[in-house]
């Protein structure tokens, strides 16, 4: 089973999915993508070749996948079409492209290792 972390922005993803959207989600992440992330998930294209995408529904949970730690890191999660305006792709892109959803990933993984 790997160890589930969410970046700031993640977070705030999640928090503005309705309720029964979020329990269920929530349950899909621990269930199904901890318990075997590369076979549940599929490599992204650049800029966002370092990440993962993790499909549920008509969602995709966007995540750094350290194996030899046996941690996700989730950057951010939203809904995949591509007239959303909030399309989840579009928006970590424009980030990646600014080097600001390296440096996210990073502040997370430093907050639960512990170090600075």
Do not use: C
């Not at 890191?73 to 305006?85: D, F, I, N, T, Y």
């Amino acid at each position: 089973m790997f160890a589930v972390y969410f970046t700031e922005d993640a977070l705030k993803d999640v928090k503005a999915l309705p309720k029964g959207t979020r329990n269920s989600l929530r349950r899909a992440i621990v269930e199904v993508l901890a318990a075997d992330p590369a076979r549940h998930s599929t490599d992204l294209r650049p800029p966002l070749e370092q990440f993962r995408s993790f499909h549920w529904r008509h969602y995709r949970v966007v995540f750094k996948l350290y194996a030899g730690r046996r941690i996700l890191a989730v950057v951010g999660l939203g809904e995949r079409s591509p007239q959303s305006p909030s399309n989840i792709y579009r928006r970590l892109e424009a980030l990646a492209r600014q080097g600001q959803l390296s440096d996210s990933g990073l502040t997370t993984l430093r907050g639960f290792s512990g170090k600075s």
